[in-house]
């Protein structure tokens, strides 16, 4: 029996490393006049569940017959979603040329994620799975190697943290503005932050209150990391970030 604890213990240590061991992987932010981009994903599908004997973090692929038990809909639980949409956050040109200023998730239980640009999530979702449930049950993940918290559920609301002058978007298909990204990223001046708020769930349209301007970019629903893609690349062709 302690042999199999010790076991676990080290499986345990080991996964911690491979999903919080995540060292800098960006310069640090530009500090010249022009202005940062903020992401702020909303209504993102976190939720813990206690599946048997273990916490998981519910989704629609492995808890099927659970959720269906509990009376909720299998198809709103799409972590999936909110771990594409990182993904294509932090791995952009973007976040590399230290231009990333900040990301923020909020969950449709209304839990508010930091997401420090330097972190480098697992790329496997079932690791991703694992490092989401650590941080919605420890509520703050570390580096291994180094002080840094790379993770970190704060207080709503989120406008508390968004640049006072910045010029907050929000994209929707739904939205009866359609837009030539690149046309519109190039009209706000440089040095005016852009905080971008995109949906994290499978249907339905984002809700804030605090958006200057509510656009869509395609006459075609987009998944939010295709359009996170182009958010990005419409950035990086202004700032000409290769």
Not at 74 to 100: C, F, M, T, W
Not at 160 to 189: I, M, N, T
Not at 199 to 204: E, R, V, Y
Request: proline residues 5%.
């Amino acid at each position: 029996m302690e042999e199999s604890l010790k076991r676990k213990r080290e499986d345990d240590d080991e996964e911690d490393e491979v999903l919080a061991g995540l060292g800098a992987a960006c310069p640090p932010a530009n500090n010249n006049s022009d202005g940062g981009v903020v992401f702020v994903l909303l209504k993102a599908s976190l939720e813990v569940g206690k599946v048997g004997k273990i916490y998981q973090l519910l989704n629609c692929d492995d808890h099927v017959h659970f959720l269906k038990k509990n009376k909720q809909n299998p198809a709103e639980y799409r972590p999936d979603i909110v771990h594409q949409a990182l993904l294509a956050i932090l791995d952009s040109p973007l976040n590399k040329a230290g231009r990333l200023s900040a990301v923020y998730v909020q969950t449709k239980k209304n839990i508010l994620i930091k997401v420090n640009p330097h972190v480098r999530l697992p790329r496997t979702f079932k690791r991703f799975c694992g490092l989401m449930v650590q941080l919605l049950q420890k509520l703050s993940i570390r580096a291994t190697n180094g002080p840094d918290r790379l993770l970190r559920v704060i207080k709503n609301p989120v406008t508390k943290y968004l640049p006072s002058e910045a010029r907050r978007v929000g994209l929707s298909h739904s939205a009866s503005k359609v837009v030539q990204l690149h046309d519109y990223v190039e009209a706000v001046r440089d040095n005016v932050p852009l905080v971008f708020v995109v949906g994290a769930m499978s249907h339905g349209k984002i809700d804030a209150d605090y958006l200057d301007d509510f656009i869509s970019i395609s006459q075609y629903p987009l998944s939010a990391a295709c359009c996170i893609g182009r958010i990005c690349n419409a950035i990086e062709r202004k700032w000409k970030i290769l």
